[in-house]
Structures are given as C-alpha cells and as structure tokens.
C-alpha cells in the first residue's frame, strides 16, 4: 500500500485504536479525507461488497435492501458527504466520519442528535472474514442503510439519549446489551418469516445464514429485560438472537424510563449468553435453503 495519509495511518496500528486520533475534534469527528484512499482498498471494498450482497436475498429484511439498493456503493468506498446529503433528506440523520471507537459519552451524545459516527479506516485484506473493531465497511455497509427507515432511525436517536442517562446511573452495561442484541444483531420477523436487520450480521461472511438456519443457535422474541439481562460475547457469532415483529415495536417498547428497570434488573443474576429462561417465547431457525 503506497505512502499517503491512509496507509501512515493504517501502518501504524494501536492496540484497539487503529485510527489517528490526533486531527480529531473535541466530538471526535475528522475528515474523510476521500481522495486519499488507495486503489488497492477501493478493490478491497468492493470485494467485501461483492461478497456481502450475495448473501442478502432471503436473509437481509426488505427496509434494508431497499436501502442498499439506492444507495448503491458498490463501486468502491463511498463519499461519507453525499450520503449524508441523501440520509438528511430521508431521517434527518447525518454521518460524521470518526478514527475508530470512540468513548461512549462523545458516541451516545453523536446518535442523540442524529449523526452516526463512521469509521474512517477500511480493514487489512487479512480481515476480510473477520474483525473485532468496527471498519467503514462494517460501519457503512452493516449500518447505514437502516439509519433511512424513520422508526429505525427515531430508536437510534432515543437510544442515545438513553445512554447520556445510563451514565449517570452507572447502568452502561445493562444498555449496551440492548444495542448488541437489537442494533448488531437483530433479527425481525416479518410476513416472510425471519429476516435481519442487525449490522454485525448483516457485515458478517458468516453468521448471516448461521444466525437464520444454524440449530446450534436460539431465538427469542424480543423482551427487553431479558436483554438487558443478557450478556454476550463480542468475537464469536452469538448462541441467541433475539426477534421483533417490527421497528416500531422495538422504538414503543423501549420508550419508557428504564431507571426503575435497571434498579430492578441490578437485584437479579445475569443470564448467560447461552441460557435459556423460563418464560422465553422461541422461534424456530428458518429451514436451510437450496443455494441461490
Ligand atoms: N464508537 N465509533 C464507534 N462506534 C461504535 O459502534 C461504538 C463506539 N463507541 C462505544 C460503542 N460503540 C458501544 O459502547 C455502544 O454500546 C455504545
Ligand atoms: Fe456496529
């Protein structure tokens, strides 16, 4: 990968934060700085794009694809700008390119004003199958789509304002549950039967047809204190998924004041990642189906 602001960057990896923190703002945005991506990660883009939207009929939820599909960034890593300009238009959000993880306060207080922060860095063509920190691919192409569907977009917005308030009430790991088990790893269940809208799986080469089909999964209807009372792990596909019957089901029923909630929760065991509870209304894995 020849010099250029890029690669300095991405040649120097920090443990957890690959990005350069340095030119960033005190809500640490920074520049895109388009141009200075390499034809060689352009290429790999479009490989990982390729690779991705295979795998999308029948598994991906129609909000999404049809999202994807005029957003149509197949060419190689799109202009962060222009697409801001198409997502105000629609939901009123825009992107603010970012180096990499950010704390969670500049995060939250980012989506409680309807800017959603995206990586700045494409991964190594090593991590084509897998990467733990978010890329601009996982960012882009698992996220963005969904940010073009209002009642999507309006749970994003109060899930940020949800986290300023668990911060000040020390309950940032109950809530970060319920953006790993709805915003990553979502699944829905529409008409057509189980679909995904959660961005880990639908940026994943793997866990798409694993999180719809593999037995050795389960899945859960939706219940928002089992959420939070899941954990989970961050580098291995998940053993539950949980399911909503829609979007606006997932903003109404995480509108109310959790602060009770969390006292509530605070007082109870934590339920594994693997666990299954009494109580839990199970969804069977869809039939594997014939290669497209
Ligand atoms: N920062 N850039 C970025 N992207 C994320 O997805 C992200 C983050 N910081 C914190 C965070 N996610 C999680 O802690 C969420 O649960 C808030
Ligand atoms: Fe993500």
Redesign the pocket.
């Known amino acids: 990968m020849e010099a250029g602001f890029h690669s300095a960057v991405s040649n120097a990896p920090k443990a957890g934060l690959r990005g350069d923190y340095s030119r960033a703002s005190a809500d640490y945005s920074v520049e895109q700085h388009w141009d200075a991506y390499t034809e060689a990660e352009h290429a790999l883009w479009r490989r990982l794009y390729q690779r991705q939207i295979g795998l999308m009929p029948g598994y991906a939820c129609e909000a999404y694809r049809d999202s994807l599909a005029r957003l149509d960034a197949s060419g190689g890593i799109p202009k962060l700008d222009e697409v801001t300009r198409a997502l105000r238009g629609a939901t009123g959000w825009s992107i603010v390119t970012v180096p990499g993880l950010i704390p969670d306060l500049a995060f939250f207080e980012h989506l409680a004003n309807k800017r959603f922060p995206v990586t700045r860095w494409l991964r190594e063509p090593r991590e084509f199958d897998y990467i733990v920190e ?1 890329d601009v691919f ?2 882009f192409f ?2 963005v789509p969904m940010l073009f569907s209002g009642w999507f977009a309006d749970y994003m917005q109060a899930y940020g304002e949800g986290g300023l308030k668990a911060a000040r009430l020390d309950a940032l790991k109950m809530l970060a549950r319920l953006y790993w088990y709805t ?2 790893f979502g699944l829905i269940d529409t008409g057509e039967g189980l679909r995904i809208y959660g ?2 799986i639908l940026s994943s080469g793997g866990e798409v047809v694993h999180s719809i089909e593999s037995p050795q999964a389960c899945r859960v209807m939706f219940n928002l204190e089992r959420v939070l009372r899941t954990d989970y792990h961050i580098d291995r596909y998940q053993d539950t998924y949980f399911v909503i019957k829609s979007f606006e089901q997932l903003f109404r029923e995480t509108m109310p004041d959790f602060t009770p909630i969390y006292a509530r929760l605070r007082t109870l065991p934590v339920i594994a990642q693997d666990e299954a509870v009494p109580g839990d209304v199970v969804v069977p894995a869809a039939a594997p189906r014939s290669p497209q």
């Open positions: 978010p996982h960012d698992g996220h915003v990553e961005a880990g």
